[in-house]
């Protein structure tokens, strides 16, 4: 029997990397899975080689939700993965003495307010069968700080702790409704691709970014994607308010690399 056995799954930032992965392997384990992202045309093509169904969902819209609850008002899988990271359109300063408010605003809009109506779309849509799994995709960078990156690690943060409010809120409830956060650190996704160039230097760009990792490399998005199926399934039914870390070593000590 398959792990997910007809599940109705969502996941948000479904086009790419971390997220694609995870509706990959939703659908691989027969779960009827609903691809999410404001990236129409890269959304509907992942949703049509996967094969489950696409929708538009701009996770900073109470309205999409509104949509989205509309369409599925039932489900037993959420996963909130869409994010950024304030450098998408550019190099600008994330320092917490020279961030701008907006840009502050513009990380937190998407990370934060969106994990919220995410959560809360979830605990509606599982309200009737009073079970279900939230999965919050953080980051290494909510379990400490990064200075050139305030909002970032603020925002993760922020996903981390919300995880465990939702998850006492449930089970406060009598529901076994879940929710858990994931915390990878640096795993190889298109976001990397511009510091790693295509040239003979890749190696070495890849091998100096990872040089404080323990594992010595990057991780995969389908080792993230593996961990979500895991949350997603009744094998973690006694699974919540948790935080699981992917990180290839790097928080187990200091930050010096082993001898």
Same mark, same amino acid.
């Given at each position: ?6 599940? +109705? ?8 990397? +971390?997220?694609?992965? +995870?509706?990959?392997? #939703?659908?691989? @384990?027969?779960? !009827? ?11 509907? /093509? /992942?949703? /049509? ?22 369409? %599925? ?13 304030? #450098? ?22 998407? $990370? !934060? ?21 939230? +999965? $919050? ?23 981390? *702790? ?26 190889? !996704? ?14 070495? *760009? ?11 490399? #990057? ?12 949350? =997603?399934?009744? @094998? ?13 070593? %790097?928080?187990?000590?200091?930050? =010096?690399?082993?001898?």
């Amino acid at each position: 029997m398959s792990k997910l056995n007809g599940a +109705i799954c969502v996941v948000t930032g479904g086009a790419r990397g +971390i997220g694609r992965a +995870i509706c990959a392997a #939703f659908r691989a @384990e027969g779960g !009827t899975v609903t691809l999410t992202d404001i990236d129409d045309e890269a959304g509907e /093509a /992942a949703a /049509a080689e996967i094969g489950c169904d696409y929708l538009h969902l701009d996770v900073r819209s109470e309205a999409d939700w509104d949509a989205l609850a509309k369409r %599925l008002p039932q489900a037993h899988v959420v996963v909130n993965n869409a994010g950024i990271t304030g #450098f998408e359109a550019g190099v600008a300063p994330h320092d917490p003495e020279n961030a701008s408010l907006d840009d502050w605003r513009a990380v937190h809009a998407v $990370n !934060t307010d969106g994990t919220f109506l995410g959560c809360r779309y979830a605990l509606r849509a599982m309200r009737e069968n009073k079970r279900g799994s939230i +999965i $919050n995709i953080s980051s290494r960078s909510g379990l400490v700080g990064i200075p050139g990156a305030a909002a970032y690690a603020a925002s993760k943060a922020a996903i981390r *702790n919300h995880s465990k409010s939702v998850a006492l809120y449930a089970a406060s409830q009598g529901w076994a409704v879940r929710c858990n956060s994931v915390h990878p650190a640096a795993v190889l !996704t298109p976001m990397w691709e511009p510091m790693l160039g295509n040239g003979p230097e890749r190696e070495a *760009n890849m091998a100096a970014l990872v040089a404080d990792t323990p594992l010595k490399r #990057f991780g995969t998005v389908e080792e993230v994607a593996a961990l979500a199926l895991y949350l =997603a399934s009744d @094998e973690s039914a006694y699974m919540t308010g948790s935080e699981l870390t992917l990180d290839g070593g %790097l928080l187990a000590g200091s930050a =010096a690399s082993p001898g």
